[in-house]
């Protein structure tokens, strides 16, 4: 089972996240490490949100969103989890 973890960015995110860049790829590393996070990323044109993919359970997600850097140091203005139903592909 897939989850979708889904951040809505700031407007100056990109100004905003070089100090905190480091620990919030060490914190998806660990995570990707564990086989917990699949793929990650923002979406550009305009830096407005970002998607976490994962195969794992949602309380991990929402771990991972609760203790990352991005979100405590105010770079997401909001964040959800959802189950995503993959139909193709693994």
């Given amino acids: ?44 044109d305009p830096y407005d949100r970002a998607l976490l993919i994962w195969r794992a359970p949602r309380e991990v997600v929402e771990r991972f969103a609760q203790h990352d850097p991005y979100v405590t140091n105010g770079l997401v203005a909001g964040w959800s989890v959802r189950e995503w139903n993959v139909v193709i592909g693994d």
């Fill in 1 to 44: 089972m897939y989850q979708v973890l889904e951040y809505t960015l700031v407007h100056d995110y990109l100004e905003r996240r070089a100090a905190l860049r480091e620990d919030h790829l060490a914190l998806a590393r660990a995570a990707h490490e564990r086989g917990e996070l699949v793929l990650a990323g923002a979406l550009p």
